[in-house]
C-alpha cells in the first residue's frame, strides 16, 4: 500500500513541474521573443514583400500598415523628421517613408549593412 502512495505521489510531482514547465511558455530563442511595442522603433520583418521591389509614387501593401512597422523613434536612426501627414515604416533592416492619408511611398532610405 505504501509503495503505491508513493509512485502516485511521485506521478504527481511529475505533473505539476510539467504544468509550470508548460505556464512558462518557450524561451525567447524559441519563438519566445515579445513583439515590438507600438512605436518604439524595431522594425519587423515580413520576408513576402522585400522593400526593394517597392518605389515611389507605389501602395504600401495592406500588411504593413500595421503600427507594429511605424517608427516613432527616427532620430534614433539617422533619419530626418517626417513631414506633417507622414511617418517612417522600418521594414527588413531599411526604411520607407509613406503618406498616412493613402499609404504611398514618398520616400526609401537603406539602412546600414
Given at each position: 500500500m505504501n509503495k503505491r502512495i508513493?509512485?502516485?505521489?511521485?506521478?504527481?510531482s511529475f505533473s505539476g513541474v510539467?504544468?509550470?514547465?508548460?505556464?512558462?511558455?518557450?524561451?525567447p530563442d524559441e519563438?519566445?521573443?515579445?513583439?515590438?511595442?507600438?512605436?518604439?522603433?524595431?522594425?519587423?520583418?515580413?520576408?513576402?514583400?522585400?522593400?526593394?521591389?517597392?518605389h515611389k509614387g507605389q501602395r504600401v501593401p495592406a500588411e504593413y500598415r500595421n503600427y507594429n512597422f511605424i517608427m516613432n523613434d527616427w532620430?534614433?536612426?539617422?533619419?530626418?523628421?517626417?513631414?506633417?501627414?507622414q511617418?517612417?515604416?522600418?521594414?527588413?533592416?531599411?526604411?520607407v517613408l509613406v503618406s498616412t492619408s493613402n499609404w504611398t511611398i514618398a520616400n526609401i532610405v537603406a539602412g546600414t549593412p
Amino acid at each position: 500500500m505504501n509503495k503505491r502512495i508513493i509512485v502516485q505521489l511521485v506521478a504527481l510531482s511529475f505533473s505539476g513541474v510539467s504544468l509550470v514547465t508548460i505556464a512558462a511558455g518557450p524561451p525567447p530563442d524559441e519563438g519566445g521573443a515579445q513583439m515590438a511595442n507600438p512605436g518604439t522603433g524595431r522594425q519587423q520583418v515580413m520576408p513576402s514583400i522585400p522593400h526593394r521591389d517597392w518605389h515611389k509614387g507605389q501602395r504600401v501593401p495592406a500588411e504593413y500598415r500595421n503600427y507594429n512597422f511605424i517608427m516613432n523613434d527616427w532620430q534614433g536612426h539617422g533619419l530626418k523628421a517626417p513631414p506633417r501627414g507622414q511617418k517612417w515604416l522600418g521594414v527588413n533592416g531599411d526604411y520607407v517613408l509613406v503618406s498616412t492619408s493613402n499609404w504611398t511611398i514618398a520616400n526609401i532610405v537603406a539602412g546600414t549593412p
